[in-house]
C-alpha cells in the first residue's frame, strides 16, 4: 500500500522511477527560494514571514517552509548558495580566461571579473530581478553563513589577488577597501532595481550606463590612496585583529 503524501495524495511512478511527490517537493522548495528572494529584495529581511513566503509561493501548509528548509534562516541560506554558487563558477572561467590573456593581475580585469557576473544576471534579466535587493539586505550578515563560505572559491582568489595589485595599500586597508567596494557595487544595483520598478525617471535609468559608472566609481576607489585626515580609531573586530599576512586568505 502507498503512503500518503502530506496533501493525501498518493505518489504515482514516474518513467525514471522517482515519484511525483519528490519532484513536487523539488518544484515546492524552488518555487519558496524564487518568492523569498523576491519578497525579501522589495520589503526587507524583518518584514517577511515564512507565512508570507509559504503563501506566495502557493503552498497551503504555512509550517512549509519550515518542513523543507528548517527554519527562514535555512531558507534564505538556500536563496544566497544557489545565486553564489553559480556567480562563483563563472567567476572561476573569466578568471581563467583572463590568465590565459596575461590580465590575471591587471586592477581593471580583476574588477570585471569580480563584479561583472552578477551585472549579467541583471542584464540577462532585466524585468524580472531582485537579487541586487535581496544580496544588499542578506548577503553581508548571512552569506558568510552558506557552507561553500569555508571553502576556498573563485571570489577569494579574485580578492586575494586584487589585494596583491593594490599594493600602493597596506593590506588589510586594501582588504577593507574591496569590501566597501562591493557594498557600493550591489547597493547601486539595488537602488537601480527599486527605481526601474517604481519607473523612476529622476535619473539615469539606462542600465547600461549605471554599470560604466559602477565600473568607472570602483576602480577609482581602489587605485585611491589612504587620506590624511583624522580617523578616530576604529572598534576592534575579527577582520582589524587578523594577522596582515592572512587577510585576504579565505
Same mark, same amino acid.
Given at each position: ?7 493525501g495524495e498518493v !505518489?504515482?511512478?514516474?518513467? $525514471? ?12 522548495? *524552488? ?23 509559504? *503563501? ?49 593581475? &591587471?586592477?581593471s580585469t580583476l574588477?570585471?571579473?569580480?563584479? #561583472? ?8 534579466? !532585466? ?12 548577503? !553581508? ?8 563560505? &569555508?571553502?576556498?572559491?573563485?571570489? $577569494? ?35 537601480? #532595481? $527599486?527605481?526601474? $520598478? ?19 566609481m570602483t576602480e ?31
Amino acid at each position: 500500500m502507498q503512503r500518503k503524501s502530506d496533501r493525501g495524495e498518493v !505518489p504515482t511512478q514516474g518513467r $525514471d522511477g522517482a515519484s511525483t511527490e519528490v519532484k513536487d517537493n523539488r518544484d515546492a522548495k *524552488t518555487a519558496m527560494i524564487e518568492v523569498a528572494e523576491k519578497l525579501i529584495g522589495e520589503r526587507g529581511l524583518d518584514d517577511v514571514s515564512m507565512r508570507d513566503v509559504a *503563501t506566495a509561493a502557493g503552498q497551503r501548509n504555512n509550517s512549509a517552509v519550515q518542513y523543507h528548509f528548517g527554519s527562514r534562516d535555512g531558507l534564505i541560506l538556500q536563496v544566497l548558495r544557489r545565486r553564489l554558487v553559480a556567480l562563483d563558477a563563472e567567476r572561476q572561467k573569466r578568471l581563467a580566461a583572463a590568465d590565459e590573456q596575461g590580465l590575471g593581475a &591587471d586592477l581593471s580585469t580583476l574588477v570585471q571579473v569580480l563584479f #561583472e557576473p552578477i551585472v549579467e544576471l541583471l542584464r540577462t534579466q !532585466p524585468e524580472a530581478t531582485y537579487y541586487a535587493r535581496f544580496l544588499q539586505r542578506v548577503g !553581508p550578515v548571512m552569506a558568510p553563513g552558506i557552507p561553500e563560505a &569555508d571553502l576556498r572559491t573563485a571570489t $577569494d582568489d579574485v580578492v586575494v589577488r586584487l589585494i596583491d595589485v593594490l599594493s600602493h595599500l597596506p593590506r588589510r586597508v586594501a582588504f577593507e577597501r574591496i569590501d566597501l567596494a562591493t557594498q557600493m557595487f550591489t547597493g547601486a544595483l539595488a537602488v537601480y #532595481e $527599486d527605481r526601474r $520598478d517604481a519607473r523612476n525617471t529622476v535619473v539615469n535609468t539606462r542600465f547600461e550606463d549605471v554599470v560604466a559608472h559602477l565600473f568607472d566609481m570602483t576602480e577609482a576607489a581602489l587605485r585611491a590612496g589612504v587620506g590624511t585626515r583624522d580617523v578616530p580609531a576604529a572598534p576592534s573586530s575579527h577582520v582589524a585583529d587578523t594577522p596582515e599576512s592572512e587577510v585576504g586568505s579565505r
